[in-house]
T-cell receptor, first 114, second 113 residues
Framework: GAVVSQHPSWVICKSGTSVKIECRSL??????MFWYRQFPKQSLMLMATSNEGSKATYEQGVEKDKFLINHASLTLSTLTVTSAHPEDSSFYIC??????????FGPGTRLTVL | DQQVKQNSPSLSVQEGRISILNCDYT??????FLWYKKYPAEGPTFLISISSIKDKNEDGRFTVFLNKSAKHLSLHIVPSQPGDSAVYFC????????????FGTGTRLTIIP
C-alpha cells in the first residue's frame, strides 16, 4: 500500500509557541490531504480537507487562523498550530488520497503543550 | 452528535474464535463504510470496506456485513489471532472518493492466547 509519513512523531512545546507538523506521501501524488485530531479514548475527528494548490476547507468549529494548513505540492501538506495552548494537546493524524481515491493514513503526531 | 457509534469500547476473544465488532450509524446519506485497525501511536490501517449496494464483503479472515434498514454494520474476524489485538474503527462516508470520513469511537479488541 501507499506510504504516508508525518514529522515529527511527537513534540512538546511551551504554551504560546507555534508548532508545524508535516505530512508527506512518499510514493504517490496526493491530490487531497486530510487532517484529523484524536483526543484520548475518542474518535478521529476531521479538522480540514486540503487540495493541492488551493485553500483548505475547515470543518465546523475548527479555527482556520489557529490551525494553518498548507498543501503546496502533491506530496506535502503542513499543519501549523499557532499559539498553542494545553487544550490543543492531542494526537494529530493526516491522511492522503490520490488517484485511487483511497485514504492512506500517516502514523500521527503526538502534541503536548505545557 | 455522534453519527457513527461503536457501543462496545472493548472486546476480549479467545484465539481461534470469531471476533464480532459492531457499528451503528444514524445518517442515512452514508453509503460507503470502512473498517480500520489502529495500534497505539500509529495511524489507522485500512482493513475492508463495503458499499451500500452490497450486504456482505469478504477478504480472507475478514468479513463485513451491512444491514441498511437497521443502519448497522459488523466486522467478523475468523479465526482470531493474537496479532489482531488492536483498536478497530468503523468509518462512513457519503460516497466513495475524496470525501470526508466520519469515524466511530473505536473498539479495543484483545485476543487471548
Amino acid at each position: 500500500g501507499a506510504v504516508v509519513s508525518q514529522h515529527p512523531s511527537w513534540v512538546i512545546c511551551k504554551s504560546g509557541t507555534s508548532v508545524k507538523i508535516e505530512c508527506r506521501s512518499l510514493d504517490f501524488q496526493a491530490t487531497t490531504m486530510f487532517w484529523y485530531r484524536q483526543f484520548p479514548k475518542q474518535s478521529l475527528m476531521l479538522m480540514a480537507t486540503s487540495n493541492e494548490g488551493s485553500k483548505a476547507t475547515y470543518e465546523q468549529g475548527v479555527e482556520k487562523d489557529k490551525f494553518l494548513i498548507n498543501h503546496a505540492s502533491l506530496t506535502l501538506s503542513t499543519l501549523t498550530v499557532t499559539s498553542a495552548h494545553p487544550e490543543d494537546s492531542s494526537f494529530y493524524i493526516c491522511s492522503a488520497s490520490g488517484s485511487y481515491n483511497e485514504q492512506f493514513f500517516g502514523p500521527g503526531t503526538r502534541l503536548t503543550v505545557l | 452528535d455522534q453519527q457513527v457509534k461503536q457501543n462496545s469500547p472493548s472486546l476480549s476473544v479467545q484465539e481461534g474464535r470469531i471476533s464480532i465488532l459492531n457499528c451503528d450509524y444514524t445518517n442515512s446519506m452514508f453509503d460507503y463504510f470502512l473498517w480500520y485497525k489502529k495500534y497505539p501511536a500509529e495511524g489507522p490501517t485500512f482493513l475492508i470496506s463495503i458499499s451500500s449496494i452490497k450486504d456482505k464483503n469478504e477478504d480472507g479472515r475478514f468479513t463485513v456485513f451491512l444491514n441498511k434498514s437497521a443502519k448497522h454494520l459488523s466486522l467478523h474476524i475468523v479465526p482470531s489471532q493474537p496479532g489482531d489485538s488492536a483498536v478497530y474503527f468503523c468509518a462512513a462516508s457519503v460516497s466513495f472518493g475524496n470525501e470526508k470520513l466520519t469515524f466511530g469511537t473505536g473498539t479495543r479488541l484483545t485476543i487471548i492466547p
